[in-house]
């Protein structure tokens, strides 16, 4: 089954916000493989977060992921108009497979 | 730069079949499990299929598509395939390929193509 995001979060410029992912002692809360990813609008999907907490070098240090149990969270500081997207998360479940979560839509007021 | 460029996406009726190819460049592809994911219109990422790098290849697929999608991979032409059949209105979407973090699949796509959509109508 899918992972369990909010559908939407909002934040002001400057704040900061959190989007979760839940997942089940299969998927999330048991491999350390969870990756967070941005897509803009007709665009692709990019790399924000991989292996849970490793951030790939382009991308801000703003962004940052940790897990719980059988939840993930992907925290945006110093919120910035650019950062305005949908965002997904996606865990590991085994034999080669993997799962994305429904997707959260960032609204940056 | 990685570069993924997707192609073989249209228009196509239920019950048919397609084969989407994705060319990659700007790395050594051979050593790198590569992977499928598709977004129906206005919806999520759904994970379709992966496989592995060097190797003996590891073959994985999404029950929604176990049986009728086929994933290959030509090393000598740096190129990916998703061979489709017996699609179904349901299979359309932007089909996405995806570059793993290693040889094997773990679940992160590094790098993305920009997609090639496939159209399932009668």
């Known amino acids: 089954s899918a992972l369990t995001q909010p559908a939407s979060v909002s934040g002001s410029p400057g704040q900061s916000i959190t989007i979760s992912c839940t997942g089940t002692?299969?998927?999330?809360?048991?491999?350390?493989?969870v990756s967070w990813y941005q897509q803009r609008p007709g665009k692709a999907p990019t790399l924000m977060i991989y292996d849970v907490t490793n951030r790939p070098s382009r991308v801000s240090n703003r962004f940052s992921g940790s897990k719980s149990g059988n939840t993930a969270s992907l925290t945006i500081s110093g919120l910035q108009a650019e950062d305005e997207a949908d965002y997904y998360c996606?865990?590991?479940?085994?034999?080669?497979?993997?799962?994305f979560g429904g997707g959260t839509k960032l609204t940056v007021l | 730069e990685v570069q993924l460029l997707e192609s073989g996406g249209g228009l196509v009726q239920p019950g048919g079949s397609l084969r989407l190819s994705c060319v990659a460049s700007g790395f050594t592809f051979s050593t790198y499990a590569m992977s499928w994911v598709r977004q129906a219109p206005g919806k999520g990422l759904e994970w379709v299929s992966a496989?592995?790098?060097?190797?003996?290849?590891?073959?994985?697929?999404a029950d929604s598509v176990r049986g009728r999608f086929t994933i290959s991979r030509d090393n000598s032409k740096n190129t990916l395939h998703l061979q489709m059949s017996g699609l179904r209105v349901e299979d359309t979407a932007i089909y996405f390929c995806a570059k793993a973090a290693g040889t094997f699949y773990f679940g992160s796509g590094t790098s993305w193509g920009q997609g090639t959509l496939v159209t399932v109508s009668s």
């Open positions: 496989i592995s790098g060097t190797g003996e290849a590891i073959y994985s697929y």
């Open positions: 002692s299969s998927d999330i809360g048991y491999y350390n493989y």
């Open positions: 996606s865990s590991y479940t085994g034999s080669s497979t993997s799962v």
